[in-house]
């Protein structure tokens, strides 16, 4: 186990380069094997949850190699087999495979995935999903089976629930089916469009990604031509905006796509932060006078419940109270008793409503990550925070933060990963 050791009340400055999207990443390795071709992405951050499905494709006899972000990965003798379930575990988006081994051999068996504990992750609307384009599917044993035994064909599928992994799960099913699938009440996150447009340069048909209509008409191959370059992570560029704005006297974070960031970048003005919105970076120049806020999570382009644990530390410094309606994940509130111990002023008396008091004088203290974005707000306060912060079972922000000890280094903050 690993465990990340912060000496906070440093100053922040300088720039910052944001990697390629977890969330892209993680759906473009699966849907990787729909292809006939070696397939090459670059921009791939350097995250745990990359290697846990390089072990993946490595069980099925897919051959990959990842340096200096870029990721190839070789499908041609690609073999059915069980999946490890060790690494399907650790992480979430091993579900994507369902869907990818759906699509390409008209089957699936996989053991119900991993990921971050931020309360209930149904995944009912995937397998309606994978149901109304003619397969089978039952769960036995952890595991879910899912057979399309006459093959898949077109479908009217109307999500209940808009859902991120459903759309893109159903994308990858619906790929080679016969006919054209038509997929309402769809996602609309950009990492949705970075998978369609994979999908389509290597000859898919997909219509409306990034709307909540989107068309799949089927084809019969799909061959790679070119590299494809992974989206900058809106995720971690408003993690590092949130924490330049905390602590920070003039951070320029780089390479982010503005408009995927606005109903962040929206709350952060609303707060007094004086953002410097340009074409591909934002500069974040040291805050003063900062407002309280209301945030409500919701499906993009709302306000992303990945944020809402990583601006936390930022509410901390607006004169009064923030409150924050999480909609998506009522119970994604694991960070608040672990920020109480470093000083933070947090409650939650109603579900899925958080407050956030000002508060200072913030101290290092011994706390936990239970999950990703709960270990980033615990980072942020710990580099706030007076003397030692030791932010335990790292691996929970290792598993999607790219270079995070050499990114914070650079922006001259004191942070070390050690053994526990
Ligand atoms: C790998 C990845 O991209 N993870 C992201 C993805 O997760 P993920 O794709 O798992 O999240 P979804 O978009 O599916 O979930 C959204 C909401 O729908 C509900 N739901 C979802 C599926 C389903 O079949 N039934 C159902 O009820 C969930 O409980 C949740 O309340 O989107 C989440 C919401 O933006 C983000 O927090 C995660 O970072
Ligand atoms: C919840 C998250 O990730 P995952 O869906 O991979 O668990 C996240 O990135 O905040």
Redesign the pocket.
């Known amino acids: 186990m690993k465990k990340l050791v912060i000496h906070g009340g440093r100053r922040l400055s300088g720039e910052v380069t944001i990697g390629g999207a ?3 990443t ?2 473009l390795i699966p849907a990787a094997i729909l292809a006939e071709t070696p397939v090459k992405f670059d921009s791939v951050p350097d995250i745990l ?1 990359v290697y846990n499905l390089q072990a993946i494709l490595n069980s099925m006899n897919v051959t990959s190699t990842f340096e200096g972000g870029e990721l190839m990965i070789d499908p041609t003798d690609i073999v059915e087999s069980e999946l490890p379930s060790t690494a399907i575990k650790s ?3 091993s ?2 495979f369902m869907g990818s081994l759906l699509g390409r051999f008209g089957r699936a068996t996989v053991t119900f995935p991993g ?2 504990n ?11 999903g994978f149901e109304a384009l003619g397969a089978t599917v039952h769960e036995e044993n952890d595991t879910v089976f899912i057979n399309a035994e006459n093959g898949l064909k077109a479908a009217r599928i109307f ?10 799960n159903i994308i990858m099913a619906a790929v080679h089916a016969e006919g054209t699938t038509v997929l309402e009440n769809a ?1 609309r ?1 950009p ?1 949705i469009i970075d998978l369609a447009t994979f999908l389509n340069n290597m000859g898919a048909q997909i219509r409306g990604a990034g709307t909540d209509v989107i068309r799949i008409t089927g084809v019969e191959h799909l061959e790679s031509k070119n590299t494809h370059t992974i989206i900058p992570d809106r ?1 971690e560029a408003g993690t590092y905006l949130a924490l330049a704005a905390a602590q920070g006297d003039g951070v320029l974070v780089k390479n982010v796509i503005p408009e995927h960031l606005e109903s962040f970048t929206a709350k952060l003005l609303e707060m007094g932060v004086k953002l410097d919105v340009r074409e591909d970076s934002i500069y974040v120049p040291k805050s003063v006078d900062l407002q309280p806020i209301h945030v409500k ?1 919701a ?2 382009p709302g306000f ?3 944020l809402q644990q990583p601006v936390t530390p930022l509410l901390t410094l607006a004169g009064g109270t923030s409150v924050i309606q999480e ?3 009522p119970e ?1 509130t694991r960070h608040i008793p672990e920020l109480q111990k470093l000083g933070v002023d947090i409650s939650n008396n109603t579900y899925g409503q958080i407050e956030v008091t000002q508060s200072s004088d913030f101290h290092g203290a011994r706390v936990s990550a239970a999950e ?2 709960a270990g980033a707000s615990l980072v942020a306060t710990g580099l706030m925070a007076d003397g030692v912060t030791e932010v335990v079972n790292a691996e929970h922000v290792l598993r ?1 933060y790219d270079h995070i000890i050499h990114k914070l280094t650079m922006l001259n903050a004191d942070i070390q990963i050690a053994e526990e």
């Open positions: 977890k969330n892209s993680v759906a949850d992480l979430r988006a579900y994507y990921g971050d931020i309360g209930p992750r149904p995944i009912d609307q995937h397998i309606k999500l209940d629930v808009v859902s991120v992994g459903a759309t893109m996602a996150e990492e995720i999570t499906p993009f992303a419940t990945d909609t998506i994940y994604r990703i974005r999607g």
